[in-house]
Protein backbone atom coordinates (compact mmCIF):
# COMPACT_ATOMS: atom_id res chain seq x y z
CA UNK A 1 0.00 0.00 0.00
CA UNK A 2 0.88 3.32 -0.90
CA UNK A 3 1.24 5.64 2.34
CA UNK A 4 1.40 9.26 2.28
CA UNK A 5 3.43 11.31 4.80
CA UNK A 6 2.35 14.68 4.76
CA UNK A 7 4.15 17.63 7.09
CA UNK A 8 3.98 19.89 9.07
CA UNK A 9 0.56 18.42 10.62
CA UNK A 10 -0.22 22.20 11.82
CA UNK A 11 1.08 25.59 11.28
CA UNK A 12 0.24 29.07 12.32
CA UNK A 13 0.44 32.17 9.97
CA UNK A 14 -0.18 35.72 8.98
CA UNK A 15 -2.14 37.19 6.72
CA UNK A 16 0.34 37.73 3.57
CA UNK A 17 2.81 34.97 4.52
CA UNK A 18 3.87 32.21 2.44
CA UNK A 19 3.00 28.69 3.62
CA UNK A 20 4.60 25.75 1.95
CA UNK A 21 2.97 21.88 2.90
CA UNK A 22 4.80 18.90 1.83
CA UNK A 23 4.01 15.45 0.60
CA UNK A 24 6.41 12.64 0.93
CA UNK A 25 4.57 9.06 -1.24
CA UNK A 26 6.32 5.83 0.40
CA UNK A 27 6.88 4.81 -3.73
CA UNK A 28 7.39 6.64 -6.78
CA UNK A 29 3.05 7.90 -8.02
CA UNK A 30 4.35 9.71 -11.08
CA UNK A 31 2.09 13.08 -10.96
CA UNK A 32 -1.19 11.30 -9.76
CA UNK A 33 -1.76 13.73 -6.59
CA UNK A 34 -4.40 16.35 -5.41
CA UNK A 35 -4.66 18.75 -2.86
CA UNK A 36 -7.86 19.57 -1.13
CA UNK A 37 -9.11 22.26 1.33
CA UNK A 38 -11.17 21.95 4.17
CA UNK A 39 -13.36 23.86 6.30
CA UNK A 40 -14.73 23.07 9.60
CA UNK A 41 -18.16 21.37 8.81
CA UNK A 42 -17.66 21.38 5.21
CA UNK A 43 -16.66 18.99 2.68
CA UNK A 44 -13.47 19.04 0.92
CA UNK A 45 -12.40 21.24 -2.11
CA UNK A 46 -10.46 20.05 -4.61
CA UNK A 47 -7.19 22.88 -5.26
CA UNK A 48 -4.82 21.21 -7.17
CA UNK A 49 -4.87 17.97 -9.70
CA UNK A 50 -2.19 16.17 -11.50
CA UNK A 51 0.23 17.54 -8.71
CA UNK A 52 0.01 21.40 -10.02
CA UNK A 53 -2.80 21.75 -11.93
CA UNK A 54 -4.99 24.28 -10.87
CA UNK A 55 -8.78 23.52 -10.31
CA UNK A 56 -11.20 25.80 -12.49
CA UNK A 57 -12.18 29.29 -9.86
CA UNK A 58 -9.09 28.76 -7.26
CA UNK A 59 -7.11 31.70 -6.54
CA UNK A 60 -3.80 31.86 -8.36
CA UNK A 61 -2.11 32.12 -5.08
CA UNK A 62 -2.52 28.35 -4.77
CA UNK A 63 -0.13 26.39 -6.34
CA UNK A 64 0.91 22.65 -6.29
CA UNK A 65 4.50 21.34 -7.45
CA UNK A 66 6.28 18.02 -7.72
CA UNK A 67 6.63 14.44 -8.99
CA UNK A 68 7.33 10.92 -7.97
CA UNK A 69 7.83 11.08 -4.32
CA UNK A 70 7.75 14.31 -3.31
CA UNK A 71 4.96 17.16 -3.85
CA UNK A 72 4.97 20.69 -2.58
CA UNK A 73 1.27 22.89 -1.78
CA UNK A 74 2.41 26.32 -1.70
CA UNK A 75 -0.03 29.12 -1.04
CA UNK A 76 1.93 32.60 -1.94
CA UNK A 77 0.23 34.98 0.53
CA UNK A 78 -1.69 33.71 2.89
CA UNK A 79 -5.55 35.34 2.71
CA UNK A 80 -7.86 35.80 5.80
CA UNK A 81 -9.83 32.58 4.43
CA UNK A 82 -7.23 30.48 3.50
CA UNK A 83 -7.04 29.07 7.15
CA UNK A 84 -8.41 25.59 7.03
CA UNK A 85 -7.19 21.95 6.99
CA UNK A 86 -5.26 20.67 3.58
CA UNK A 87 -4.83 17.40 2.50
CA UNK A 88 -3.09 15.86 -0.09
CA UNK A 89 -4.25 12.47 -2.20
CA UNK A 90 -2.82 9.98 -4.00
CA UNK A 91 -5.01 7.94 -6.83
CA UNK A 92 -1.68 6.32 -8.54
CA UNK A 93 -3.07 2.89 -6.52
CA UNK A 94 -6.51 3.94 -8.67
CA UNK A 95 -8.99 3.09 -7.74
CA UNK A 96 -7.85 2.64 -4.17
CA UNK A 97 -7.27 6.58 -2.62
CA UNK A 98 -4.24 7.50 -0.12
CA UNK A 99 -5.26 10.58 2.11
CA UNK A 100 -2.14 12.50 3.46
CA UNK A 101 -2.21 13.27 7.52
CA UNK A 102 -3.86 16.88 7.16
CA UNK A 103 -2.38 20.40 7.44
CA UNK A 104 -3.88 22.79 9.63
CA UNK A 105 -3.15 26.23 9.08
CA UNK A 106 -4.03 28.27 11.91
CA UNK A 107 -3.55 32.22 12.76
CA UNK A 108 -0.60 33.38 14.79
CA UNK B 1 -24.18 22.86 -10.93
CA UNK B 2 -23.11 19.97 -9.74
CA UNK B 3 -24.78 18.81 -6.28
CA UNK B 4 -24.31 15.37 -4.53
CA UNK B 5 -26.52 14.86 -1.59
CA UNK B 6 -26.39 12.31 1.11
CA UNK B 7 -28.31 11.06 3.22
CA UNK B 8 -29.43 8.34 5.43
CA UNK B 9 -27.06 8.95 8.17
CA UNK B 10 -27.90 8.55 12.07
CA UNK B 11 -27.61 6.63 15.54
CA UNK B 12 -27.31 2.91 15.47
CA UNK B 13 -26.15 0.62 17.81
CA UNK B 14 -23.50 -1.89 17.52
CA UNK B 15 -23.95 -4.68 14.85
CA UNK B 16 -26.90 -2.79 13.26
CA UNK B 17 -27.36 -1.62 9.59
CA UNK B 18 -27.61 1.57 7.50
CA UNK B 19 -28.22 2.80 3.98
CA UNK B 20 -26.82 5.40 2.77
CA UNK B 21 -27.73 7.38 -0.26
CA UNK B 22 -25.95 9.87 -2.64
CA UNK B 23 -28.68 11.69 -4.96
CA UNK B 24 -26.60 13.44 -7.44
CA UNK B 25 -27.76 16.16 -9.96
CA UNK B 26 -26.29 18.72 -12.39
CA UNK B 27 -24.11 16.18 -14.48
CA UNK B 28 -24.72 12.91 -16.42
CA UNK B 29 -24.41 10.67 -13.38
CA UNK B 30 -23.51 7.48 -15.83
CA UNK B 31 -20.69 8.82 -16.99
CA UNK B 32 -18.83 9.27 -13.81
CA UNK B 33 -17.32 6.74 -11.41
CA UNK B 34 -17.89 7.39 -7.49
CA UNK B 35 -16.26 6.98 -4.37
CA UNK B 36 -17.04 6.80 -0.51
CA UNK B 37 -14.89 8.80 1.66
CA UNK B 38 -15.28 8.86 5.40
CA UNK B 39 -14.33 10.95 8.22
CA UNK B 40 -14.57 10.17 11.70
CA UNK B 41 -15.01 12.85 14.16
CA UNK B 42 -11.80 15.11 14.81
CA UNK B 43 -9.58 12.79 11.99
CA UNK B 44 -8.29 12.81 8.69
CA UNK B 45 -10.20 11.79 5.57
CA UNK B 46 -10.25 7.64 4.59
CA UNK B 47 -11.47 6.59 1.51
CA UNK B 48 -13.66 3.55 1.73
CA UNK B 49 -15.22 2.45 -1.74
CA UNK B 50 -14.99 2.91 -5.53
CA UNK B 51 -17.93 2.00 -7.95
CA UNK B 52 -17.39 2.52 -11.94
CA UNK B 53 -19.91 3.52 -14.21
CA UNK B 54 -21.91 0.80 -14.83
CA UNK B 55 -22.09 -0.99 -10.96
CA UNK B 56 -19.78 -3.89 -12.06
CA UNK B 57 -16.01 -2.80 -10.67
CA UNK B 58 -16.38 -2.17 -7.42
CA UNK B 59 -13.15 -1.92 -4.37
CA UNK B 60 -13.13 -0.94 -0.65
CA UNK B 61 -10.90 -0.31 1.80
CA UNK B 62 -9.57 -3.58 4.00
CA UNK B 63 -11.45 -2.02 6.86
CA UNK B 64 -15.03 -2.44 5.70
CA UNK B 65 -14.77 -5.18 2.91
CA UNK B 66 -17.09 -7.84 3.72
CA UNK B 67 -19.13 -5.61 5.71
CA UNK B 68 -20.15 -2.84 3.14
CA UNK B 69 -21.72 -2.92 0.02
CA UNK B 70 -21.49 0.00 -2.64
CA UNK B 71 -24.13 -0.06 -5.61
CA UNK B 72 -25.50 2.48 -8.30
CA UNK B 73 -29.07 3.22 -9.40
CA UNK B 74 -28.26 5.19 -12.97
CA UNK B 75 -31.64 5.49 -13.62
CA UNK B 76 -32.38 7.02 -10.02
CA UNK B 77 -28.65 9.13 -10.53
CA UNK B 78 -28.32 7.59 -6.80
CA UNK B 79 -25.20 6.07 -5.08
CA UNK B 80 -25.45 3.73 -1.97
CA UNK B 81 -23.47 2.46 0.66
CA UNK B 82 -24.91 -0.39 2.26
CA UNK B 83 -23.55 -0.83 5.79
CA UNK B 84 -23.66 -3.96 8.11
CA UNK B 85 -22.13 -4.99 11.22
CA UNK B 86 -21.35 -1.42 12.28
CA UNK B 87 -18.63 -0.54 15.25
CA UNK B 88 -17.83 2.08 16.84
CA UNK B 89 -14.66 2.45 14.59
CA UNK B 90 -17.41 3.26 12.00
CA UNK B 91 -18.55 6.41 13.20
CA UNK B 92 -17.59 9.46 10.78
CA UNK B 93 -19.49 11.45 8.10
CA UNK B 94 -19.30 9.54 4.87
CA UNK B 95 -19.01 11.98 2.03
CA UNK B 96 -19.65 10.70 -1.45
CA UNK B 97 -17.18 11.90 -4.07
CA UNK B 98 -17.04 12.39 -8.20
CA UNK B 99 -14.14 10.74 -10.06
CA UNK B 100 -13.17 12.94 -12.67
CA UNK B 101 -10.25 10.90 -14.13
CA UNK B 102 -8.25 12.19 -11.70
CA UNK B 103 -8.46 12.67 -8.25
CA UNK B 104 -12.28 13.08 -6.97
CA UNK B 105 -13.51 16.73 -7.68
CA UNK B 106 -17.05 17.21 -6.67
CA UNK B 107 -18.09 16.31 -2.68
CA UNK B 108 -20.96 15.96 -1.54
CA UNK B 109 -21.64 18.02 2.20
CA UNK B 110 -21.96 14.44 4.10
CA UNK B 111 -23.81 12.84 6.39
CA UNK B 112 -22.93 11.85 9.48
CA UNK B 113 -23.29 8.01 10.99
CA UNK B 114 -23.31 7.58 14.80
CA UNK B 115 -22.32 3.93 16.28
CA UNK B 116 -23.12 3.82 20.07
CA UNK B 117 -25.00 1.65 22.16
Known amino acids: DIQMTQSPSSLSASVGDRVTITCRAS??????LGWYQQKPGKAPKRLIY???RLQSGVPSRFSGSGSGTEFTLTISSLQPEDFATYYC??????????FGGGTKVEIK | EVQLLESGGGLVQPGGSLRLSCAAS????????MNWVRQAPGKGLEWVSY????????YYADSVKGRFTVSRDNGKNSLYLQMNSLTVEDTAVYYC??????????WGQGTLVTVSS
Open chain 1, 89 to 98: LQHNSYPSLT
Open chain 2, 97 to 106: ARDSGWCPDF
Open chain 2, 51 to 58: INTNGKSI
Open chain 2, 26 to 33: GFTFSSHE
Open chain 1, 27 to 32: QGIRND
Open chain 1, 50 to 52: AAS
